[in-house]
């Protein structure tokens, strides 16, 4: 009755930030970047790309409880820019390879097509009865309780 | 991590069945590898029954427990993305061709032996029956119906005549005789929205990088084979030095569907959907002090008149008027659009919701319950 929606877990509500950004005011050049609807999927594929990066001095992401849809992204720079760009940097390098990445499966996938690998499955046991002879369990014919 | 930057991503597709297929991927980080895999199991959409109206069931299995089997029966859900609509997107009210879809089971058993009730006994209602739904002509029909291939909606094997999945035994006299409507969703919601049965993920077969830790008793490469995976990497040297600044570049997928996707739309729909979630992310970040503006310079897509007193603040955060707030939802409390586009309707309890008899749930014409429950289950069961 009280549940919150399923769905609420991973789709924005009506004007609800993506991102909610907060500079530090004590380390230079560092942010905490919450991302909202957003879980382990992105949040560590992020942060490994962010240290691959030569600009980055710390980058680390938690999500604060399994039960709240959120992750935050803590990003320490050299300087040279800020954590915001840098991870917006890191989204369009995570994109490039995806796409290539994409591209060989394509290329991969229609060699498969061509060798005509994609066989049937499971069409030998068709007649069979799976589930171990069910049909065995005929009672004693005649007369049943429910023959009125 | 670094220095393998220039390296591009490989990949070797080493066998392609029906519903499965097995690759290797090179030069990848394992956070890449491993959001490929999660990506593939949990954020793919499909559609599986998700409301059960039973009108007679006098088998031996409660009611529950039947709407559960039938939860997880995997129905044909190729091109999901564009051949039907979330349930919470579509201007209906509880249900219409476009965002949902009818399935009927009716069996009795007359012999004297135990009949099974299988998913082959599942049909699904054509769309486009009348009667089908108890809101006839209050949605705009879209172009879904037309995208939609042949299987759709079907139970997996049907057509194929593979062997059927058991929901329940029946014998002389029992009956059972249900509607059930199906819906899209992910897995991320409930895994019976899952297009993968399984997904293998190995790297590192000989454990050079140690990050498992073998247990044995005498000798542990006796107790611990070699899986295949093994053949495709060089085996460690006898008293090779442990390297600690290893990274694992490869891995080892075999990724199975349960039929309701074929292995090649599932791994290309993962990564175009991990795209999208970066995509996202990137106008997330562009957008925090622009978006504020150019929302509150379109006043046409909320239906309030005076939006200066709304979006007008730049970044302060405080503007409810996200790009989401487009299509037609929003705040406009006495256009029918806000009662079908929440099944919910948690937040419509404001004041601005000025539709409908009640003050709670979906905006009085969604349910007559009064308190309106988040599902729009009129009497099944939310499995």
Known sequence: MNAPNRYELYVLEDGEKPVEITEDTKIPNAATIKIVKQDHTLGNMLRAQLLSMPQILFAGYKVPHPLHPYFIIKIQTDGTVTPQEVLEQACTKLIGTLASLEAKFKREFSFKDVEGAVGGVGSNMAHEDPYGGAGGGAWSGGRDYLDF | MQGHDDQEPTV??????????????????????????????ADIPTVAIDMVEIEINTSVLPDEFIAHRLGMVPLGSSNCDEAIRNTRDCTCLAGCDSCSIMLLLDVQCNDHSTMDVTSHHLDVVPPGTPGTWSQEGDSEAGEELSKRGEGFGRPVGKDDGSPPILICKIRKGQHLKLKCVAKKGIAKEHAKWSPCSAVSFEYDPYNKLRHTTHWFESDERGEWPLGPNAQEEEPPRDGEPFDFNAQPRTFYFDVETDGSLGPQEVVMKG????????????LGLKSQPELDMLTSADPHSNGHATTDTWGGDGGGGAAGWGPAAGGGGGWGASSPARGGASTGGWGSASPANSGGGS?????????????GSPNQQANGWNV
């Open chain 2, 12 to 41: 070797h597709i080493r066998e392609l069945k029906k519903d499965s297929v097995n690759f290797v991927l090179k030069n990848v980080d394992l956070a890449f590898a491993n959001s490929v895999r999660r990506v593939m199991m």
């Open chain 2, 271 to 282: 990564l175009a959907e991990l795209q999208t979630k970066l995509a996202n992310l990137i």
């Open chain 2, 359 to 371: 003050s709670w749930g979906g905006g009085g014409a969604a349910s007559s319950q009064g308190w």
